[in-house]
Antibody, heavy 124, light 105 residues
Framework: QVQLKETGPGLVQPTQTLSITCTVSGFSLTSYYMQWVRQTPGKGLEWMGFIRSGGSTEYNSEFKSRLSISRDTSKNQVFLKMNSLKTEDTGVYYC??????????????????WGQGASVTVSS | DIVLTQSPALAVSLGQRATISCRASESVRSSMHWYQQKSGQQPKLLIYGASNLASGVPARFSGSGSGTDFTFTIDPVEADDIATYYCQQSRNDHTFGAGTKLELK
């Protein structure tokens, strides 16, 4: 059974660093890309970045300067760290598994399993 | 970045058809997917590749389109379908539409 669960601090002060852990079960991090998506009142759902099954990363240019995604495969965990937090970063942060489907000659990359989300409030 | 435009809300009656549109700012070919998000829950994949039903998704959900114009349909609408529906493209990175909130008339 595929499961993902985010754990985070809940409240972070402006200018500080956000750290969220996504713990997965039912599949291997070395077989799937893992995505981070956030949902904020101001911008809705935003793709933040991913870590490939091989361990390399890609980031949305909007977050690239302050975002880091890493993992510990031995613990089945993926980590998000984002610095220089602002009040606009308040929202729910999701980790999601990326799967690919092949149909009619094309590969489609979708987020087929999501965690329940970690709610983050940026406030002093 | 590819921008996806959805209408913000749609009111339907139970048992009727609901049709939600999504327009992309440039062609995404068929790399458009649809998610359902109920209040307080995470998104759930319903449709991938514009028209393919994800595993376990009821056949009353369907999708169509290619290029820049896509449609998501629920027919017939059931009470459990009340949620917000998002389109998402994976042609160039990933972007989501702002969501269409499905409401009951």
């Amino acid at each position: 059974q595929v499961q993902l669960k985010e754990t985070g601090p809940g409240l972070v002060q402006p200018t500080q660093t956000l750290s969220i852990t996504c713990t997965v079960s039912g599949f291997s991090l070395t077989s799937y890309y893992m995505q981070w998506v956030r949902q904020t009142p101001g911008k809705g759902l935003e793709w933040m970045g991913f870590i490939r099954s091989g361990g390399s990363t890609e980031y949305n240019s909007e977050f690239k300067s302050r975002l880091s995604i890493s993992r510990d495969t031995s613990k089945n965990q993926v980590f998000l760290k984002m610095n220089s937090l602002k009040t606009e970063d308040t929202g729910v942060y999701y980790c999601a598994r990326e799967a690919y489907y092949y149909y009619d000659g094309t590969y489609y990359y979708v987020m087929d399993a999501w965690g329940q989300g970690a709610s983050v409030t940026v406030s002093s | 970045d590819i921008v996806l435009t959805q209408s913000p809300a749609l009111a339907v009656s139970l048992g009727q058809r609901a049709t939600i549109s999504c327009r992309a700012s440039e062609s995404v070919r068929s790399s458009m997917h649809w998610y359902q998000q109920k209040s307080g829950q995470q998104p759930k994949l319903l449709i991938y590749g514009a028209s393919n039903l994800a595993s376990g998704v009821p056949a009353r959900f369907s999708g169509s389109g290619s290029g820049t114009d896509f449609t998501f349909t629920i027919d017939p609408v059931e009470a459990d379908d009340i949620a917000t529906y998002y389109c998402q493209q994976s042609r160039n990175d990933h972007t989501f539409g702002a969501g269409t909130k499905l409401e009951l008339k």
